[in-house]
């Protein structure tokens, strides 16, 4: 694979300077003013799904949150997972976001590691404490889907951390309060990397649906539909 040169990210930097700070009414004369997000997305620090160039966002469109695995942690005030819990308070309490998605992939490696058995090669180990967040989800999986393979394990744990996280997202007052009043919404989004296709979680099926098929799909069914 082809490393990139620091001097390609000068130019990435120049071509989002010409698209964002030129032109008569310029993108960051707004949000020099302040950042006003409707929507709050936790996703994985996975360099293949930054959620901006994924759902085709302008700077100020989301407030993310990115981490390995997209986990959220349960609310403990005395815990030491402390970052992710700032920032979610900090988008509910300060800027008042209407929704918060928690977005998963496909091929995960924080998944594929908790599932294959991690073994940490330091004393020093934050990788294996984050993903004991979602050992429960790896041993229903491993429990249910036995007969199944890796592949399939993974993905219904990729899947199931999305849903846990969702849970965690309401053992948090300042989520839990809102959503019962309706002023905000929680939704788990899966991106299937393999096919380029969107998934959302559905209560009603309780299962994964596509909002966005992958390409060849879609494409089939407008030709069959023109006809």
Same mark, same amino acid.
């Given at each position: 694979?082809?490393?990139?040169?620091? #001097?390609?990210?000068?130019?990435?930097?120049?071509? %989002?300077?010409?698209?964002? %700070?030129?032109?008569? !009414?310029?993108?960051?004369?707004?949000?020099? #003013?302040?950042?006003?997000?409707?929507?709050?997305?936790?996703?994985?620090?996975?360099?293949?799904?930054?959620?901006?160039?994924?759902?085709?966002?302008? +700077?100020?469109?989301? %407030?993310?949150?990115?981490?390995?695995?997209?986990?959220?942690?349960?609310?403990?005030?005395?815990? #030491?997972?402390?970052?992710?819990?700032?920032?979610?308070?900090?988008?509910?309490?300060?800027?008042?976001?209407?929704?918060?998605?928690?977005?998963?992939?496909?091929?995960?490696?924080?998944?594929?590691?908790?599932?294959?058995?991690?073994?940490?090669?330091?004393?020093?180990?934050?990788?294996?404490?984050?993903?004991?967040?979602?050992? +429960?989800?790896?041993?229903?999986?491993?429990?249910?889907?036995?007969?199944?393979?890796?592949?399939?394990?993974?993905?219904?744990?990729?899947?199931?951390?999305?849903?846990?996280?969702?849970?965690?997202?309401?053992?948090?007052?300042?989520? *839990?309060?809102?959503?019962?009043?309706?002023?905000?919404?929680?939704?788990?989004?899966?991106?299937?990397?393999?096919?380029?296709?969107?998934?959302?979680? *559905? !209560?009603?099926?309780?299962?994964?649906? +596509?909002?966005?098929? +992958?390409?060849?799909?879609? #494409?089939? !069914?407008?030709?069959?539909?023109?006809?």
């Amino acid at each position: 694979m082809e490393v990139r040169n620091i #001097h390609q990210f000068i130019e990435g930097f120049q071509r %989002f300077q010409s698209k964002y %700070f030129a032109g008569t !009414e310029p993108l960051y004369e707004r949000l020099n #003013h302040g950042q006003d997000p409707s929507t709050l997305l936790i996703g994985c620090c996975d360099s293949r799904v930054d959620p901006a160039l994924l759902l085709d966002c302008d +700077p100020g469109d989301i %407030f993310v949150i990115r981490n390995v695995a997209n986990l959220v942690p349960p609310c403990n005030e005395l815990g #030491h997972q402390q970052g992710v819990s700032a920032a979610i308070q900090f988008a509910v309490e300060a800027l008042k976001i209407k929704r918060i998605i928690v977005m998963g992939h496909e091929k995960c490696g924080g998944i594929r590691a908790l599932m294959q058995g991690y073994t940490p090669s330091r004393k020093i180990d934050f990788i294996g404490r984050w993903m004991k967040i979602v050992e +429960p989800v790896k041993q229903q999986v491993l429990s249910q889907l036995a007969h199944c393979s890796a592949a399939e394990q993974n993905r219904a744990c990729e899947m199931g951390a999305i849903l846990m996280s969702l849970n965690n997202l309401r053992s948090f007052p300042w989520i *839990s309060e809102r959503e019962a009043r309706g002023e905000i919404a929680l939704h788990g989004w899966y991106f299937d990397m393999s096919q380029g296709a969107l998934l959302a979680y *559905s !209560e009603r099926s309780d299962g994964f649906l +596509p909002m966005v098929c +992958p390409l060849g799909i879609a #494409h089939a !069914e407008m030709t069959h539909t023109e006809k």
